[in-house]
């Protein structure tokens, strides 16, 4: 009697597996992590496009503008409105990363991080009833989004709806956590209104 052979490593799921761990990675805030994980990753599916545009947001994590926008020019479409939102947001072109933000909202509206991506540009470039209605739309997508909510927090609070903002830092329960949020806001919500008046 033959012994059955052993299944097959289904590309598909392996490949699906694999990019989990390294959004994982990035989730976690080990962008070096995810890098060699892509470069394992490059070595069974070459030329993958989401492992490139995973590269890109690895490398922006990094800090790396320049290694990310030659990544980048690699993809097909220079990756997207996301990915071209992504690199000028990360060298402070806020204005127009959020043309391409809202390409990408546009492409995908049901995307939570992509209608956060564009509330944060939208703020920083100094459009606050626009910021926080994207955010507000990212927040319904993704009510339990601690990112999303403290971008929420801080575009309410840099546009001096101090109630509003108030409001929704009660929702947290923890005393503490509460208390280290609303400090963090509100030194970047300083920060921000310090650098709209120079």
């Known amino acids: 009697m033959l012994a059955a052979a052993p299944a097959a490593d289904m590309p598909g799921s392996t490949r699906g597996l694999y990019l989990?761990?390294?959004?994982?990675?990035?989730?976690?805030?080990?962008?070096r992590a995810a890098?060699?994980?892509?470069?394992?990753?490059?070595?069974?599916?070459?030329?993958?496009?989401?492992?490139?545009v995973l590269r890109v947001n690895a490398l922006l994590d990094l800090g790396d503008l320049d290694g990310a926008e030659a990544a980048a020019a690699a993809l097909p479409d220079g990756g997207g409105g996301a990915v071209r939102g992504h690199l000028l947001a990360a060298?402070?072109?806020?204005?127009?990363?959020?043309?391409?933000?809202?390409?990408?909202?546009?492409?995908?509206?049901?995307?939570?991080?992509?209608?956060?991506?564009?509330?944060?540009?939208?703020?920083?470039?100094?459009?606050?009833?626009?910021?926080?209605?994207?955010?507000?739309?990212?927040?319904?997508?993704?009510?339990a989004a601690p990112v999303v909510r403290n971008n929420l927090i801080l575009a309410l609070m840099a546009d001096g709806r101090e109630i509003q903002a108030q409001a929704l830092l009660n929702h947290i329960r923890d005393g503490r956590e509460r208390d280290m949020i609303r400090r963090q806001i509100v030194a970047e919500a300083t920060r921000l209104s310090i650098r709209k008046e120079r």
Do not use: C, K, T
């Open 35 to 52: 890098i060699a994980y892509l470069d394992d990753f490059d070595r069974r599916y070459p030329g993958d496009v989401d492992a490139r």
């Open 91 to 143: 060298r402070e072109r806020w204005p127009e990363a959020i043309g391409f933000y809202r390409q990408a909202v546009a492409a995908s509206p049901a995307d939570p991080m992509l209608r956060n991506a564009l509330g944060y540009a939208q703020m920083r470039a100094g459009f606050a009833d626009d910021a926080i209605e994207s955010l507000r739309g990212a927040l319904d997508l993704a009510p």
């Open 20 to 31: 989990q761990l390294i959004h994982q990675a990035r989730a976690d805030g080990r962008p």
